[in-house]
């Protein structure tokens, strides 16, 4: 397997204030890394691709000023939250893709819970 | 991206084999199969991926038929900790993106 972390694991804040999360392959390279999120009792939905050393590429209907993702290594992807409201209390989860000469296996972070208030 | 479709809930009991299928009949040729479990609170976990016909690795099995249009994940003697969310997904290829469908409930009971 492959491990990806995710920090901090949740986080609360003030309406208007951002949050940067991160997403970091622990024992491996990932040149693509993905963000979703996740509502209660519902499925995960993509947010954006982020590629190592370029512009991430956004789901239709997700503002990019909003989130903001930068990539700047092969271990490391960061999800900005800008100014927060609550619509934006959610559950965050990255993944980061581990290709192998017959596979494309992504790996999923354990998720942090954003919580504004 | 091919969309999937499974059953959104499955019962079952400790120690039985759990068989959940997904359909994908638009799966491209370039796509992978691959299922994920996923706890409450937590990011999905991978559990087996495949192309064609039968993976089998430590915890599960994967069927692939020959036209790709469906596979089964076979969960052997499953356990009351098994009760997840287990997720069918397709892609990889070109673009790598992994699309969630509903997934399906699995509730094991002792």
């Known amino acids: 397997g492959a491990v990806v972390s995710q920090h901090p694991s949740w986080v609360i804040c003030k309406s208007g204030t951002s949050v940067k999360i991160e997403c970091r392959s622990l024992?491996?390279?990932?040149?693509?890394m993905f963000w979703y999120r996740q509502f209660p009792k519902k499925s995960l939905m993509l947010m954006a691709t982020?590629?190592?050393?370029?512009?991430?590429?956004?789901e239709q209907g997700v503002e990019k000023d909003k989130f903001l993702i930068n990539h700047a290594s092969l271990t490391l992807s960061t999800l900005t939250v800008t100014s927060a409201h609550p619509e934006d209390s959610s559950f965050y989860i990255c993944?980061?893709?581990?290709?192998?000469?017959?596979?494309?296996?992504?790996?999923f972070g354990p998720g942090t819970r954003l919580t504004v208030t | 991206l091919a969309k999937t479709t499974q059953p959104i809930s499955m019962d079952s009991y400790e120690g039985q084999e759990v068989n959940i299928t997904c359909s994908h009949n638009?799966?491209?040729?370039?796509?992978?199969i691959t299922w994920y479990q996923q706890f409450p609170s937590q990011g999905p976990r991978f559990i087996i991926q495949?192309?064609?016909t039968k993976v089998t690795n430590e915890v599960a099995s994967l069927f692939i038929p020959a036209d790709r249009k469906s596979s089964t994940l076979s969960l052997p003697r499953v356990s009351l900790s098994d009760t997840a969310v287990y997720y069918c997904?397709?892609?990889?290829?070109?673009?790598?993106?992994?699309?969630f469908g509903t997934g399906t409930l699995l509730a094991v009971q002792p």
């Open positions: 993944s980061a893709l581990k290709s192998g000469r017959s596979s494309y296996e992504q790996y």
């Open positions: 024992d491996f390279q990932a040149t693509t």
């Open positions: 982020s590629n190592e050393g370029s512009k991430a590429t956004y």
């Open positions: 638009n799966i491209a040729t370039n796509d992978y």
């Open positions: 495949g192309y064609k």
């Open positions: 997904l397709v892609g990889g290829g070109a673009t790598n993106k992994l699309i």
